[in-house]
Nanobody, 128 residues
Framework: QLQLVESGGGLVQPGGSLRLSCKTS?????????IGWFLQAPGKERVGISC???????TYYVDSVKGRFTISKNDEKTIYLNMNNLQREDAAVYFC?????????????????????WGQGTQVAVSS
């Protein structure tokens, strides 16, 4: 069974940092055109914030996280999201997602293509 499992969420003070992990099982990252991170704040739609293309490692970031968040792959089974200088508006449930096919990071994060797999999400809270 194909799965994405996120971890690393928690409570952090404004200006703090967290590192989220997304571990895949049942497949390797080679199977996917693109994989990345979405967030969903209470009462709002899910938004793609950072994705990475498998073919060339191209990375996409939404403007609100540029310079603060970094997406990376450690091996063929795990991706990470390093989040620095977290602000209250970053508080949300963070989901890992992947799309099968010849898609780019931008395709996935802007939801131009169907997302084939979602993780269960990990909560990030930002409060003093």
């Amino acid at each position: 069974q194909l799965q994405l499992v996120e971890s690393g969420g928690g409570l952090v003070q404004p200006g703090g940092s967290l590192r989220l992990s997304c571990k895949t099982s049942g497949f390797t990252l080679q199977n996917y055109g693109a994989i990345g991170w979405f967030l969903q704040a209470p009462g709002k739609e899910r938004v793609g914030i950072s994705c990475i293309s498998h073919s060339d490692g191209y990375t996409y970031y939404v403007d609100s996280v540029k310079g603060r968040f970094t997406i990376s792959k450690n091996d063929e089974k795990t991706i990470y999201l390093n989040m620095n200088n977290l602000q209250r508006e970053d508080a949300a449930v963070y989901f890992c997602a992947a799309a099968v096919g010849p898609y780019t990071a931008r395709d996935l994060c802007t939801m131009r293509v169907r997302t084939d797999y979602w993780g269960q999400g990990t909560q990030v809270a930002v409060s003093s």
